[in-house]
């Protein structure tokens, strides 16, 4: 059965540095999504893909946060430079186009220090 | 816009009892509903979701749950708990956009103990 592949799945780094996840949707999903989780609370969405195109990244902190996709295929978040306010666990998901049911990853749970 | 509630942060239940965990939305238009279930560590595994049609829809490991449009809820429920299923779970609503894709909004989760 096809997965959504995440890696790093542990990333310890100090405050400061730069830091930076990678996803590999299931083949064929053209939608890929990147969420953050804080301990305790629900899956917030950072930016949503449709192919190479951003369709909404309307709560990814752009000061620090970037995301790409360049081919559609895989994709990389990118924090620069990490707060401790971004320990979290970092989920990706995908999904067929148009489809309403999304795949999600195993996450990359982040510690700042 | 859109919200979840689950008000119950844990639940404790013993193995083979029944189980119920309440979500109620926000959402303007018909929702499209999910609950997820999350293992520590790891990512969300969907149990079942509803489009549209019969309220009560069937999931993967047991679990059912059905929509009351007049309550605004969509409670999960199990007929008898395993150990196994001590667990994470996620209600959510989802917005279709036009651009493509599904925004989910999740809930904080409830997090489910089982007694052995």
């Known amino acids: 059965e096809a997965e959504v592949a995440q890696s790093p799945r542990y990333k310890i780094t100090e405050k400061s540095q730069a830091v930076a996840f990678w996803c590999d949707p299931i083949s064929g999903h053209a939608t890929l999504y990147w969420y953050r989780q804080i301990l305790g609370q629900g899956p917030e969405l950072l930016v949503q893909f449709q192919d190479e195109s951003v369709v909404d990244d309307s709560q990814l902190p752009k000061d620090r946060f970037s995301a790409e996709r360049l081919k559609g295929v895989d994709s990389t978040l990118k924090i620069q430079p990490a707060e401790l306010g971004d320990s979290a666990m970092y989920l990706c998901?995908?999904?067929?186009?148009?489809?309403?049911?999304?795949?999600f990853g195993p996450g990359t749970r982040l510690t700042v220090t | 816009a859109q919200s979840v509630t689950q008000p119950d942060i844990h639940i404790t239940v013993s193995e083979g009892a029944s189980l119920e965990l309440r979500c109620n939305y926000s959402y303007g238009a018909t929702p499209y509903l999910f609950w997820y279930v999350q293992s520590p560590g790891q990512g969300l595994q969907l149990l079942l979701k509803?489009?549209?049609?019969?309220?009560l829809v069937q999931g993967i490991k047991g679990f059912e749950a059905e929509f009351k449009r007049s309550q605004s809820s969509f409670n999960l429920r199990k007929p008898s708990v395993h150990w196994s299923d001590a667990a994470e779970y996620f209600c959510?609503?989802?917005?279709?956009?036009?651009?493509?894709?599904?925004?989910?909004?999740f809930g904080t989760g409830t997090q489910l103990k089982v007694e052995l």
């Open positions: 509803y489009f549209s049609g019969d309220t």
């Open positions: 959510a609503v989802g917005n279709i956009l036009t651009g493509g894709g599904n925004k989910l909004t």
């Open positions: 998901a995908s999904s067929r186009d148009r489809d309403y049911e999304q795949y």
